[in-house]
């Protein structure tokens, strides 16, 4: 994974003080607009004469909403080139976003942009579980093999699942903090590759706007 893209991210986070994504977007002066015309058009990011904006379908629920706009948000910072140059990044129901690189690059910014570590970390029981691997590998034979760790790891995970069964899913992480699971799915591989062990894995899938657009209450004007 690229670190760039979370470490802009954490960057937008201290220049602005705020997760918000609107808020973001206001100070940037990144003009905001409802989607007018097409319905199945969750947002797009768009520049016309050196003016920047972004689009949303005024008919999201509240966590599509500010999801769709951390997401456009990364376009414009990662893609504003492209998009100069006519190119408007359209996020659809029917987009694959794991078959492009620009859109799995505002996939991760908008995850980190939204969620921090500890809005993670502490609800799926981390930091329990950190204690307890410490605790396990303390009490490793000092040559014992990969094979052996592996095994030790794993009868740990089972054992702390079992016994933490009321942990707090993916899903009810996304639900606290308004925003779509799929970015909670995301976060959790950040960190991953920040290095944390994690006792719960993320499920990745790339039509998750598809999914999520099949729950958009639609109204036609």
């Known amino acids: 994974m690229n670190t760039r893209i979370i470490d802009t991210a954490d960057a937008v986070v201290r220049r602005y003080k705020t997760r918000n994504p609107e808020e973001i977007i206001s ?36 966590a599509q909403r500010v999801s769709a706009l951390a997401h456009e948000l990364g376009h414009a910072l990662f893609d504003r080139k492209h998009a100069s140059s006519g190119q408007a990044f359209q996020d659809t129901y029917f ?11 505002a996939n991760i910014f908008a995850a ?6 500890d809005d993670v970390l502490k609800p799926i029981g981390y930091y329990e579980f950190n204690a307890d691997r410490l605790k396990m ?22 054992e702390f699942l ?14 606290s903090n308004t925003i779509e699971k799929h970015f909670v799915d995301f976060k959790l591989n950040i960190l991953a590759t920040k290095g944390y062990q994690l006792p719960v894995l993320p499920e990745l899938h790339s039509d998750f706007l598809k999914d999520s657009m099949k729950n958009c209450e639609v109204t036609m004007d």
């Not at 987009?95 to 690059?105: F, G, P, T, V």
């Not at 590998?137 to 740990?156: G, I, T, V």
């Open 162 to 175: 079992y016994m933490h069964s009321g942990v707090i899913t993916p899903a009810e992480i996304a639900q």
């Open 95 to 105: 987009y694959s976003l794991d078959n492009s690189k620009a859109e799995r690059r």
């Open 27 to 62: 100070q940037r002066a990144i003009k905001l607009k409802d989607i007018r015309f097409c319905h199945d058009l969750l947002g797009y990011y768009t520049v016309m004469l050196n003016c920047e904006y972004i689009d949303i379908n005024p008919n999201c629920t509240d």
């Open 137 to 158: 590998e303390k009490n490793l034979p000092s040559h014992c093999s990969s094979a052996y760790r592996a095994m030790k790891y794993q009868e740990l995970l089972q």
């Open 112 to 117: 980190e942009l939204l969620l921090s570590d």
